[in-house]
């Protein structure tokens, strides 16, 4: 009968161990899928993502949603219409912008933070694969990350009458909640070693909501 006993309580205690590790097991998956970075299949759900903005820029004020910081090369009344849309796994961008300083180049990216009073409050590029080496003091300049291939870059050129059109696609979407502006600077994107995605001063921003 003390045989009995032993048999059945090791039996016990081994349905016991298997469920304790199941249990274990969903835990650490659902840990694992909690680092506020979605998983690239969750993010390919995302193909209903669909988001258009038509504003007029304005010097900033709380409740603007497009705020010039340079009324000479972005004047206040100038315009700016974005489009962002799911795409198979990946999402398309579209900028169109009108009244912009005539005949010159200028970058635009999309970035992490809304827009702010300060130019620098739209935080840095959004990117798909994040730099790790680069923080909120030291942006991203290793091409590698700051590529127009792991964010989304939308460099246009006025014309005469200060309208240009830009749209790219890449191939993946945004995390939730992480990207939250379009910023329009300087000068076209550099792609060079050390520079990489740097685009000169921000002189415009264009709030968005991914």
Request: some cysteine; aromatic content about 6%.
């Amino acid at each position: 009968m003390p045989s009995t006993r032993l048999v059945i309580g090791a039996a016990v205690s081994s349905l016991l161990l298997a469920g304790c590790n199941g249990d274990t097991s969903a835990e650490e998956t659902d840990t694992a899928g909690g680092n506020g970075q979605d998983t690239q299949e969750e993010r390919e759900g995302r193909d209903e993502l669909d988001f258009s903005v038509s504003e007029t820029f304005a010097p900033y004020s709380e409740d603007a949603e497009a705020i010039t910081y340079d009324e000479q090369a972005v004047p206040p009344r100038a315009t700016v219409e974005v489009s962002i849309t799911g795409d198979e796994g990946g999402s398309v961008y579209s900028l169109a912008v009108t009244g912009l300083e005539t005949d010159r180049e200028f970058g635009s990216h999309l970035h992490t933070q809304p827009c702010g009073e300060d130019p620098g409050d739209s935080g840095p590029h959004y990117q798909d694969e994040v730099d790790p080496e680069a923080d909120s003091d030291n942006p991203s300049t290793n091409p590698e990350y700051a590529n127009p291939e792991n964010e989304v870059w939308l460099d246009f050129t006025t014309d005469e009458n200060g309208e240009a059109e830009q749209e790219t696609r890449v191939d993946w979407t945004p995390r939730e909640d992480e990207a939250n502006s379009i910023v329009i600077h300087d000068e076209h994107t550099s792609e060079q070693e050390g520079t990489a995605g740097a685009a000169g001063d921000r002189l415009a921003c264009v709030n968005v909501d991914l």
